[in-house]
Structures are given as structure tokens and as C-alpha cells.
């Protein structure tokens, strides 16, 4: 299944290619802004078995580290928040610049079940895939 979120919001955004390691984010997704594609998946995505919104109404990622890879390539790692579980993860993402922009393009990938996503008959990884992967696209002017 494919979806998207309506909103991010960047609450710090720090990024200088020459000196990747001083780079630092903290981005908040407001999880009620998911979009599956129709309604109904819209309306199960916001229960207490998948992201429970109710009580857990925004994903956050904050950073702790981002190195430099190579070839306009990086790793940025942190803290994700979803749920009331936090994790570390990582990922790998490109840089590019186009006049005064900055477009930062990666994915990335965590299992839903450390973060209790799809619980109760939802939890079986044969219904539901455990991975899960998000796309990015962030654009930054200055």
C-alpha cells in the first residue's frame, strides 16, 4: 500500500554539505494527515491498532548524527518517535542544490512492529508487511 502525509513539519533544519557532521533536524509529521488513497484506509490507519492518533497524534524524528557517504550521498541517523516507542534508525539520503535550493531526497525503512503499528490480528507479518518505507522529498530554500 502506498500513502502520503499532508504535512511536515521541520522544527529545526540545519544542513551545510561542507560540514555534514554539524547537520541537525528535528522533523514532526502530524499522523493524522496520512493518505492511503480512500477514506475507509484513511479512517483504520487512525485506530489504537495502527498509529492510534488519538492518543500518539505526531511521528518525530530527530537527528543524532548524518555522515558524509560520498558522491553527494549521506547517512543521517536519530531517534524516531511513533507511537510512544522511540527507535534509532538511519537513512541514507542525496543531496542537490538547483540555484538557492536544496533537495534532499532518501528513504527510509523501519520495522512497523517496534512500534506497535498493526497490533492485535494485524501484528501476523504474513498479512501485513513489517517493512515499512518512506520516501522523502524534502525541499529547502534559503
Known amino acids: 500500500m502506498d ?3 499532508s ?3 521541520a522544527r529545526q533544519f540545519s544542513f551545510d554539505p561542507a560540514v555534514p557532521e ?3 533536524v528535528v522533523i514532526e509529521i502530524p499522523l493524522a494527515g496520512i493518505d492511503a488513497g480512500y477514506g475507509e484506509a484513511n479512517a483504520e490507519l487512525t485506530k489504537s491498532e495502527w498509529l492510534n492518533t488519538g492518543a ?3 511521528a518525530k524524528f530527530e537527528s543524532s548524527k548524518v555522515e558524509a557517504l560520498g558522491a553527494n550521498r549521506y547517512a543521517v541517523t536519530g531517534q524516531l518517535s511513533i507511537k510512544g516507542k522511540t527507535r534509532e534508525v538511519t537513512a541514507p539520503f542525496t543531496f542537490s542544490v538547483k540555484g538557492s535550493t536544496g533537495i534532499f531526497d532518501g ?3 523501519f520495522s ?3 512500534f506497535a503499528i498493526g497490533e492485535g490480528q494485524w501484528r501476523d507479518a504474513g ?3 513489517n517493512e515499512i518505507q518512506v520516501k ?3 525541499v529547502a530554500g534559503q
Open 127 to 129: 498479512i501485513v508487511a
Open 7 to 9: 504535512q511536515l513539519q
Open 56 to 58: 500518539h497524534p505526531v
Open 22 to 24: 554539524a547537520a541537525h
Open 136 to 138: 522523502f522529498r524534502v
Open 3 to 5: 500513502g502520503s502525509f
Open 112 to 114: 512497523r512492529a517496534d
Open 107 to 109: 528513504v527510509l525503512s
